[in-house]
């Protein structure tokens, strides 16, 4: 396959997707979502990481906030990726509350407003959880088709563990890869934990 056949490939399956997650009611995608997070905040990773770094969910993606606000009632470091439009880069920044310092940013996520955001290094957390809307159990995936996250990845400190959250459904036999997409390690599902690179 020619690189324009991989990316035509992965828009269709994003777009698949996208409809049979959308497809889930409120209470599924709720009682899943703690069940992943009950899962992730038993994995020795997050239990012996000092701090995380983690994105808020939108629509019927899983509920990240639960784990963010166990995070941070556990003392343990908060960093939310921040993309500045025109940028190829995002970068991390700490919260200290879920509630209060957050707006929607460039594409409609939640990250910290302008006079929230303080910039922090990887270096400083342990796990960083990557989004994704399909993922195989090699951990590689497909996110929003910017590249964001596979530059993060790739560029990740050595001591910290890259994650994925997903709805089993979400999971297929190998996602198209091209030259720039990294595989996490870790891929964490209603009903199993999967490390991906022994
Ligand atoms: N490190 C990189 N350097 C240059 N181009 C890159 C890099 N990573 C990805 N790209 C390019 O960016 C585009 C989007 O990549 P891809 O479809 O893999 O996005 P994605 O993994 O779904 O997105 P994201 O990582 O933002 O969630 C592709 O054209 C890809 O070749
Ligand atoms: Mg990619």
């Not at 270096?123 to 929003?144: C, S």
């Amino acid at each position: 396959m020619t690189e324009a056949q991989i990316a035509v490939e992965k828009e269709n399956l994003r777009r698949y997707m996208l409809r049979l997650r959308d497809r889930q009611s409120v209470g599924e995608i709720e009682q899943k979502s703690q069940d992943i997070i009950d899962q992730v905040l038993h994995l020795h990773e997050y239990v012996r990481a000092r701090g995380i770094a983690c994105y808020v969910n939108k629509d019927s993606e899983v509920n990240t906030r639960p784990l963010i606000r166990a995070t941070l009632d556990q003392e343990k470091r908060v960093l939310i990726p921040v993309v500045k439009k025109g940028d190829i880069e995002l970068f991390y920044s700490e919260i200290k509350d879920l509630g209060s310092e957050l707006a929607p940013g460039t594409f409609g996520i939640l990250e910290p407003k302008p006079e929230n955001v303080h910039p922090v290094s990887l270096d400083t957390v342990d796990v960083m959880f990557v989004p994704g809307i399909v993922w195989d159990r090699e951990g590689y995936r497909l996110g929003w088709g910017r590249g964001y996250f596979d530059r993060v990845i790739k560029n990740l400190p050595q001591h910290v563990r890259s994650a994925g959250l997903a709805f089993n459904m979400q999971l297929i036999g190998k996602v198209p890869r091209d030259q720039f997409d990294v595989p996490v390690d870790i891929v964490v599902t209603e009903s199993r934990v999967i490390r991906c690179r022994q």
